[in-house]
């Protein structure tokens, strides 16, 4: 998949990304033995529960497991906050079968979609130098345009944008551009984002 996106390796290697195995338990059994606590990988979304009845409706066993690793068979995609800290996943399917395509950490926190832009963290200088900051959809379009060298690119994760992930974008430029998909729900985005940054950069944020 990264081959097919012209990905170099060292750019693989600098936004940090890897891959959950194909396995229900490898990382919660990795994680426990680097001494982290099972109610820690829950609350980090590392690990989910299982729902406490099967399918049929009928209680769960212990001895079936009541827990599993959030993500498996994916490439992981590290999402940090605006000061390069870590605050969770993004990670994308490698078998066209699995669904949801794209998964990411659940609400902790420490990770807030609708606070975080993917890729600020490494943007913001290029933002602040260029004046202009370019929003696109996905996690890696966001890694092929900084390889190619466009370095003030960044992305609300596949979300629709929100008013705190302007604010943070008006720390460094108030020029945007929308560069979207060019299918009907990429144009319903761009128009509703258009809508929201005039809103966002035409005022102050409420204290």
């Keep these: 998949l990264v081959e097919k996106r012209g990905l170099r390796q060292e750019t693989l290697e600098s936004f940090g990304l890897g891959y959950a195995p194909h396995s229900w338990n490898a990382t919660t059994t990795h994680l426990q033995s680097k001494g982290y606590r099972l109610d820690d990988l829950l609350e980090a979304g590392m690990v989910s529960e299982r729902e406490p009845q099967d399918r049929h409706g009928e209680p769960r066993r212990v001895d079936q497991g009541n827990y599993y690793d959030r993500f498996r068979n994916r490439i992981m995609i590290p999402i940090r906050d605006m000061r390069g800290r870590m605050a969770g996943f ?24 609708g606070h975080l832009l993917f890729g600020l963290d490494r943007a913001k200088k290029a933002i602040r130098q260029q004046d202009q900051a370019v929003i696109v959809e996905g996690y890696f379009d966001v890694i092929a345009l900084h390889q190619a060298g466009f370095e003030n690119v960044i992305s609300p994760m596949g979300t629709a944008l929100t008013e705190q992930q302007l604010y943070l974008l008006k720390r ?3 020029r945007i551009i929308l560069a979207l998909d060019s299918d009907a729900a990429g144009d319903k985005a761009t128009i509703r984002g258009l809508h929201l940054a005039r809103q966002a950069l035409d005022r102050e944020q409420e204290p």
């Excluded at 066209?96 to 420490?110: A, R």
């Design 90 to 113: 993004g990670a994308r399917i490698l078998d066209p079968q699995d669904i949801p395509k794209f998964l990411n950490s659940p609400q902790t926190p420490i990770f807030d979609k």
């Design 172 to 174: 460094f430029s108030h």
